[in-house]
């Protein structure tokens, strides 16, 4: 698992090429550290992954929903998916860039009280 924090946000990406094996490590690994991190905006960034489905985007759909519960921005970066698929909850985007625009407008709107 590769983190990398910034001012705004820490982004977290898997250390390998992820398939149906590494992906429940990286989760469980994800779940383990996130202590570390949960008070931080969270991207978790699979765009170097190809072939990843909804399914393992789902497996973060708990997380996702707690974070936001704690005011906090999470998105989900991937390629390849069909993004009508997924719940209006979890937020998921194709490029790096649109993960951190959101976080922006998040940020804005929690400041505004929206």
Request: charged share 30%.
């Amino acid at each position: 698992m590769l983190i990398n924090k910034t001012k705004s946000f820490t982004v977290i990406q898997p250390s390998s090429k992820i398939d149906k094996i590494n992906i429940l490590k990286f989760n469980t690994d994800f779940n383990e550290k996130y202590i570390n991190f949960k008070n931080d905006n969270l991207i978790l960034d699979f765009s170097n992954n190809i072939n990843f489905d909804l399914k393992k985007i789902l497996l973060f759909s708990q997380k996702s929903k707690e974070h936001k519960k704690n005011k906090k921005s999470f998105v989900i970066v991937c390629n390849g998916i069909d993004f009508d698929e997924l719940d209006n909850e979890m937020i998921t985007v194709p490029t790096l860039k649109e993960a951190e625009d959101i976080i922006e407008i998040e940020e804005i709107e929690r400041d505004l009280g929206i």
